[in-house]
């Protein structure tokens, strides 16, 4: 399958400090796509970018899909406590099944 | 929430046993998905549907089958579960197959094999 590195693992920022992750692939992607999962709960959209260069933004959240189409960051600004969950990238192809691509996840804390 | 549902939401059994697991939507979204989620695997797709009877693989789908005998239901069946198994699995639903119209995922089944 495809393989799609997430940076950091984990982080534990202080309440209103800004946070940047980012996600590269093997692999180009046509969409790439931003979650959020609360602890016993399934993932939940955040942000879904459709070209190469843009860059969207939902709030606090700011993501951009890689130019090369094989990365994307994402950076949410002025954390709050309520940020706390696991964060992953997902890439999807226009190939076959469009089958969407997880990164490995990175566990945010927010220490208040 | 978008109408989706998993069952059961924990379940633990025994190495050997057949199990099955059920996800029932009420959006009438043609597509619909099966993921486990493993520390430091992410989300990993195991099968998945494309209308009534039309299944497929994913990623990882060696021990598992699926059925979809109707636009609300799709059941993952571990054949012979086995201790590899122990996941939570995650139900998800696509109005298409294209992510521009999103992924709405379950709440997700914890399940242990002993």
């Known amino acids: 399958g495809q393989q799609l590195n997430q940076s950091p693992q984990s982080m534990f920022i202080q309440e209103g400090e800004d946070v940047s992750m980012n996600c590269t692939s093997s692999?180009?992607?046509?969409?790439w796509l931003w979650y959020k999962q609360d602890p016993g709960e399934g993932p939940v959209l955040l942000i879904a970018?459709?070209?190469?260069?843009e860059l969207t933004s939902n709030g606090r959240l700011t993501a951009q899909f890689g130019i090369t189409r094989k990365d994307s960051f994402l950076n949410i600004s002025a954390s709050i406590p309520s940020d706390v969950g696991i964060y992953f990238c997902?890439?999807?192809?226009?190939?076959?099944?469009?089958?969407?691509?997880f990164g490995t996840g990175t566990r945010l804390t927010v220490i208040p | 929430d978008a109408g989706i549902t998993q069952s059961p939401r924990h379940k633990v059994t025994e190495t050997g046993t057949p199990v099955t697991l059920r996800c029932h939507q009420t959006e009438n979204h043609r597509y619909m998905y099966w993921y486990r989620q493993d520390p430091g695997h992410g989300l990993r797709l195991i099968h998945y549907s494309y209308g009534v009877k039309d299944t497929d693989k994913g990623e990882v789908s060696d021990g598992y089958s699926v059925s979809r005998s109707k636009t609300e239901d799709f059941l993952l069946t571990l054949e012979s579960a086995t201790s590899s198994q122990t996941s939570v699995y995650f139900c998800?639903?696509?109005?298409?197959?294209?992510?521009?119209?999103?992924?709405?995922f379950g709440s997700g089944t914890r399940l242990t094999v002993v």
């Open positions: 998800a639903i696509s109005v298409a197959g294209t992510a521009n119209y999103g992924y709405t």
């Open positions: 970018l459709y070209k190469a260069g």
């Open positions: 997902a890439g999807q192809e226009l190939t076959g099944a469009n089958n969407l691509f």
């Open positions: 692999s180009i992607f046509n969409t």
